[in-house]
């Protein structure tokens, strides 16, 4: 049975919404979620550089795959570990991330400044609701990760500095890259 490793949810200009390590994932793993959400972001761009309808749909980093998704509402990013290839887990995974922001209490949220209340309230409806129905056919949900939440990517939306300084970062390199196209 697949397991969810990780999931990993971030916003167009790759500040993380959510990240959390359930599985094995965490002892590989980048110890700081920015600069994982900011490599996966700029990656994620990569394919768009070479044609428009190009997109990444996946990575093997170690024993894990890494999937990609695009969700709606505001074309946040969904990155999700599993342990084994399953893209039907995958697609029920995405589709159940993709519901709970659409949720009321989260479309109209700005994930660059939002409460510790709600991104609680967030979190406990990834983890009660959203997750468990979309592994509930796969063998269940389960956070295995044995260092609960203080996994070393386990993080919310609030905005520190390292986030500011990524954006910062990824403003340069959009410049650069309009640059290198021949845009002004």
Known sequence: MPALEYLLIYTQSGLPIYSKCYGTFCKTAFKQPELLTGFLSAIETIPLTLSSGMSLQSVKMGETEMKF????????????????????????????????????????????????????????????????????????????????????????????????????????YAALKQRMSGGS
Not at 71 to 95: C, N, Q, R, W
Not at 118 to 135: G, I, K, Q
Request: net charge negative; glycine share 8%; charged share 30%.
């Open 69 to 172: 998704s695009k969700t709606t509402p505001g074309g946040h990013s969904v990155v999700i570990g599993l342990s084994e290839e399953a893209p039907d887990v995958a697609k029920e995974v995405f589709d159940a991330v993709s519901k709970a922001l659409a949720a009321e209490q989260f479309r109209d949220a700005d994930w660059d400044y939002i409460s510790s209340d709600l991104m609680e309230a967030f979190e406990r409806e990834l983890l009660n609701n959203a997750l468990p129905e979309a592994m509930h056919d796969y063998g269940g949900f389960e956070d295995r990760c044995t260092l609960g939440d203080m996994c070393p990517i386990h993080t919310t939306a609030t905005k520190s500095r390292k986030s500011r300084i990524w954006g910062s970062i990824k403003g340069k």
